[in-house]
């Protein structure tokens, strides 16, 4: 869901009143949000570069309160707009959709005492993968809570099955159930990000996760799917997720997603 509508070029931010905050739409280092405290990619954010403070378009524009679709459907919570997270335990609140820590600007409905990161709270209650339908896994839905069933699914991406207390996207494929955790995919994609910037600027390498992903990944797929070769149009799939879930919580980074699901990324080992 989207926060806000077209952003404007120059702004002038109360977390940042000394300088007017510019929209930078050109590829850059990797920085960390000073509103949320998130990392963010190559895509569109706030900037003052005297200062150098930046802030995410979805911090740097947030309604005042916003209801969010997956949470609606549960019985309805009103999310308001935190400078800060709410005492009492600010210092060890989590995101209930990526499972990371609230260390800044934060969305919170009081009632449910939930807690979402500006940017995860765009995540669209469903993608659209292809022109197909539920049934052949075209639709992944946004779910908050996995079911007695789910529990036994692995993740599409990582494999494993420990992460379900958050949100992720629930599809299907080749007549089973899909799931691909939003903390998996944000873990990932930071660790293939900073690797690929630190081997440009010289600054040393980092081991990549391709292989671990490809091994969680084929772990994930039923038995018959890995027998009929199904593994590279399902590895597709999973790259559109992937990429769509990429681009919003880390501010549409165009570098991360060809990180992470491009011809060289993640999502090809």
């Not at 549409?252 to 011809?263: D, E």
Request: charge should be positive; include cysteine.
């Amino acid at each position: 869901m989207r926060l806000f509508e077209e952003p404007p070029a120059k702004l002038t931010h109360w977390a940042h009143p000394e300088h007017e905050l510019t929209l930078a739409a050109t590829a850059g280092a990797p920085f960390r949000c000073d509103g949320c405290q998130e990392p963010g990619g190559d895509g569109p954010r706030y900037r003052c570069a005297p200062c150098n403070f930046e802030l995410h378009t979805d911090c740097a524009l947030p309604p005042d309160t916003l209801q969010h679709p997956l949470l609606f459907k549960g019985g309805g919570c009103t999310f308001v707009f935190l400078r800060e997270p709410p005492a009492p335990a600010a210092a060890s609140r989590q995101c209930d959709a990526c499972g990371d820590d609230v260390r800044g600007f934060v969305f919170h409905c009081a009632d449910r005492d939930l807690d979402l990161h500006p940017c995860c709270a765009s995540l669209e209650d469903r993608i659209v993968t292809g022109g197909g339908g539920d049934g052949d896994g075209r639709v992944f839905e946004l779910t908050k809570a996995a079911s007695s069933s789910s529990s036994r699914r692995r993740c599409g991406v990582c494999g494993d099955k420990s992460r379900r207390t958050f949100w992720f996207y629930r599809g299907r494929f080749d007549g089973e159930d899909v799931f691909i955790h939003v903390a998996c995919v944000k873990e990932l994609a930071v660790r293939r990000w900073e690797a690929s910037y630190r081997r440009r600027s010289g600054a040393g390498q980092i081991a990549l996760a391709g292989a671990p992903l490809m091994e969680g990944a084929l772990q994930s797929l039923p038995r018959r799917t890995r027998r009929s070769g199904g593994f590279e149009r399902f590895s597709k799939i999973v790259g559109v997720i992937v990429s769509a879930i990429i681009a919003v919580i880390f501010g549409n980074p165009m570098g991360l997603i060809a990180a992470v699901a491009g011809p060289d990324g993640l999502l090809r080992g």
